[in-house]
């Protein structure tokens, strides 16, 4: 079983831009479809983009959709989110997770019991 550790989390203006990196150990890596999700406060935790075990398919959340890029690197043993044009509705905590489900649809949006491994996330706080 992998483990995951997320960062890239910080304070940024709105419209401004991240990278979140989440490192996974172990050599299976390739093995899991991986996603991001987010959670605010007193809000309920939320799918944000998903990446196939390939990297050939991914989905996202209407919210992000256009903003944000999900992206792998299976020799890194790391999966990206790059942020871009952030609102401060975007203010939450961003967990990596890593599932053994299979994905292959685009318009799959995955859920949370999907998963099986979790990050310990990353603080994003977006300021308007």
């Known amino acids: 079983q992998v483990q995951l550790v997320e960062s890239g989390g910080g304070l940024v203006q709105a419209g401004g831009s991240l990278r979140l990196s989440c490192a996974a150990s172990?050599?299976?890596?390739?093995?899991?479809?991986m996603g991001w999700f987010r959670q605010a406060p007193g809000k309920e935790r939320e799918f944000v983009a998903a990446?196939?075990?390939?990297?050939?398919?991914?989905s996202y959340a209407d919210s992000v959709k256009g903003r944000f890029t999900i992206s792998r690197d299976n020799a890194k043993n790391t999966v990206y989110l790059q942020m871009i044009n952030l609102k401060p509705e975007d203010t939450a905590v961003y967990y990596c997770?890593?599932?053994?489900?299979?994905?292959?649809?685009?318009?799959?949006?995955?859920?949370?019991?999907?998963?099986?491994?979790w990050g310990q996330g990353t603080q994003v706080t977006v300021s308007s």
């Open positions: 990446i196939s075990r390939s990297g050939g398919s991914s």
């Open positions: 997770a890593a599932g053994l489900f299979s994905f292959y649809s685009d318009t799959y949006l995955p859920k949370v019991n999907d998963y099986d491994v």
């Open positions: 172990g050599r299976t890596f390739s093995r899991y479809t």
